[in-house]
């Protein structure tokens, strides 16, 4: 499978929360594990979308955990042929994939990673955190409703605008699990 070509993001666009998302998620998670068979030793709902009330753009992000990242590699052909496209982000100690489907400008992001590192992962945290704390979701959706307005086509602004906020919930939670502190932009 080979690196997706580059497509025009579409404007950021945050919307109030869907409670048809989990739904979506759950019928995805079943064709993420018919094609990839065993290789998938966890699979779970992250990002604003499986936050229950929170406004989020309208893309379902999934994390999901490989034994060695070296053993997604198996899986990337069978991914392909659902609609997943392999796209380069610099991010290390993990793959990205994004699915595009007719009508949506980008409705799947698929977040490969190690199972050593599923416990420490910073979204998982940060979903878990929110979930937990409505009046940190509350904040955090309205930032993200004011970025959206203010940087609606630099979808990168949109993200740094958004990492104080972040980084200072991702925090508490690892700070609560007694995980040390690291930034939430992997180099």
């Known amino acids: 499978m080979t690196a997706s070509s580059e497509t025009p993001e579409p404007d950021i666009l ?3 929360h869907d409670p048809a998302w989990p739904e979506r998620y759950g019928a995805e998670r079943e064709a993420l594990l018919g094609a990839t ?3 998938l ?4 709902h992250i990002g604003s979308t499986a936050v229950p009330g929170l406004e989020a753009k309208p893309v379902i992000d999934i994390m ?20 997943y496209q392999l796209t380069p982000t610099g991010m290390r100690d993990r793959l990205f994939l ?5 009508g949506d400008a980008c409705a799947f992001h698929l977040h490969l990673v190690e199972q050593a590192t599923w416990h420490e992962r910073n979204e998982r945290l940060l979903r878990d955190h929110l979930r937990a704390h409505p009046e940190d979701a509350r904040a955090y959706g309205a ?3 004011r970025l959206a307005r203010e940087h609606r086509r630099d979808g990168l602004a949109y993200t740094k605008a958004k990492t104080a906020l972040v980084q200072s919930i991702v925090d508490r939670a690892r700070d609560a699990r007694g995980l040390p502190r690291v930034d939430v932009w992997e180099d």
């Not at 994004?98 to 007719?102: L, S």
């Open 14 to 16: 945050v919307v109030p």
């Open 37 to 39: 068979g065993s290789l």
């Open 41 to 44: 030793v966890a699979i779970e």
């Open 64 to 83: 999901a955990a490989v034994l060695r990242l070296a053993d997604a590699s198996a899986a990337l052909g069978r991914l392909g042929e659902i609609g």
């Open 98 to 102: 994004r699915k595009r489907t007719p």
């Open 143 to 145: 930032l993200k409703q």
